[in-house]
């Protein structure tokens, strides 16, 4: 059963800092890449990062140079950092898993998603 786990959501202050894991068990890291995704009430899922199975990494316009995702393939996990929050941070974030022969590009579509944690940013 090849499944995500995400953990590390929380309450925080608009300014402050979160890391989020995603642990994947029932597949290697290596031939996957990951995105994370978010959605907040009433919002369509929005794509926030993800990271190549090499490595390479993208980012949303609305998280640029605030969020950093990485990955450690040794403990078949992958993170999110998330600095300088927002309220419009708030969310549900997921993590989605993808199956693919390509070493530096992220897909389109993702098959295998974590349950989600819940990340509050206010005051």
């Known amino acids: 059963q090849l499944q995500l786990v995400e953990s590390g959501g929380g309450l925080v202050q608009p300014g402050g800092s979160l890391r989020l894991s995603c642990a994947a068990s029932g597949f290697t890291l290596d031939s996957y890449a990951i995105g994370w995704f978010r959605q907040a009430p009433g919002k369509e899922r929005e794509g926030v990062s993800c990271i190549s199975r090499s490595g390479s990494t993208n980012y949303g316009d609305s998280v640029k140079g605030r969020f950093t995702i990485s990955k450690d393939n040794a403990k078949n996990t992958v993170y999110l950092q998330m600095n300088s929050l927002k309220p419009e941070d708030t969310a549900v974030y997921y993590c989605?898993?993808?199956?693919?022969?390509?070493?530096?590009?992220?897909?389109?579509?993702?098959?295998?998603w974590g349950q989600g944690t819940q990340v509050t940013v206010s005051s």
């Open positions: 989605a898993a993808a199956f693919t022969f390509l070493n530096n590009n992220c897909p389109r579509q993702y098959r295998y």
